[in-house]
């Protein structure tokens, strides 16, 4: 299990846009180097990452052998009622990681 760090706010008003930002630890080899003896270290990246807000999509990211190591992500979105944030991400040999959070809208 990877370890992630999500920020987002408890509570927000309806109709607020907020900042979310997640973070997390993982290696992102991208399947070009070759390791100390030589061979080619196998790829080993995270594909996507997905927010839904209630089971609503509101942000999702394809990535690439491109992107650094340890993804930060930051994105908005528009406060419109109360509910939990489900954050997945997914990649190479069957990695899958989900955090949620949960807000509060008044």
């Known amino acids: 299990m990877a370890r992630t760090l999500v920020q987002a706010p408890a509570t927000a008003r309806r109709g607020d846009v907020i900042e979310i930002r ?3 630890a993982h290696s ?6 070759s390791g100390p003896d030589g ?4 790829r080993d990246i995270i594909r996507r990452f997905t927010c839904r807000w209630d089971g609503e999509e509101v942000f999702s990211a394809d990535l690439y052998s491109a992107v650094a190591a340890n993804p930060y992500l930051a994105f908005h979105a ?3 009622a109360s509910g ?3 954050f997945t991400w997914e990649g190479d040999n069957g ?4 955090e ?3 807000i509060t809208v008044t």
């Open 22 to 24: 997640t973070l997390i």
């Open 28 to 33: 992102m080899e991208t399947g070009f180097r």
């Open 39 to 42: 061979k080619m270290l196998p």
């Open 78 to 80: 528009v406060a419109s």
């Open 84 to 86: 939990t944030l489900v």
């Open 95 to 98: 990695f899958a990681q989900t």
């Open 100 to 102: 949620t959070h949960t």
